[in-house]
Nanobody, 123 residues
C-alpha cells in the first residue's frame, strides 16, 4: 500500500504563486506514474499534471501549460507542483495521486492511490 500526504495549499491573490508538496511512503517500488489532480467545488475531478515516477518526463493539461511545473524528488519521496500566475479558475482542492498501471494519462480512474487533498483559493 502507498500513502500520500499533500501540503502547501492556501489563499493567494490573482497572479500569485504556490508550491504544493506530496510526501509518498509505503510500498512505492511498484509506482509507475504520479500526478496532480484538482476538483473545484461542485465539479468533476480533472488532471493537472503528470510525471513518470523516476522523472523527468512530464505532461500537462492545456489549462496549466506554461504556468505549472511538476517535479519529483525520489531521494525525499516528495512530489511537487509549482504553480505560478494563479488565476481564480485555479481555485480547487488539489490531490496527489499515484498509479502502478502501465498506461500513462490523466484519467482519475487510472490512479489507485490518492491523498486527502489540499485547498487552493485564488481571489
Amino acid at each position: 500500500h502507498v500513502q500520500l500526504v499533500e501540503s502547501g495549499g492556501g489563499s493567494v491573490q490573482t497572479g500569485g504563486s504556490l508550491r504544493l508538496s506530496c510526501v509518498f511512503s509505503g510500498y512505492t517500488n511498484g509506482i509507475r506514474f504520479m500526478a496532480w489532480f484538482r476538483q473545484p467545488t461542485g465539479k468533476e475531478r480533472e488532471g493537472v499534471a503528470g510525471i513518470i515516477a523516476g522523472g523527468p518526463s512530464t505532461f500537462y493539461a492545456n489549462s496549466v501549460k506554461g504556468r505549472f511545473t511538476i517535479t519529483v524528488d525520489n531521494a525525499s519521496n516528495t512530489l511537487y507542483l509549482q504553480m505560478n500566475n494563479l488565476q481564480p479558475e485555479d481555485t480547487a482542492t488539489y490531490y496527489c495521486a499515484a498509479t502502478s498501471a502501465t498506461s500513462w494519462n490523466l484519467n482519475p480512474s487510472n490512479y489507485n492511490y490518492w491523498g486527502l487533498g489540499t485547498q487552493v483559493t485564488v481571489s
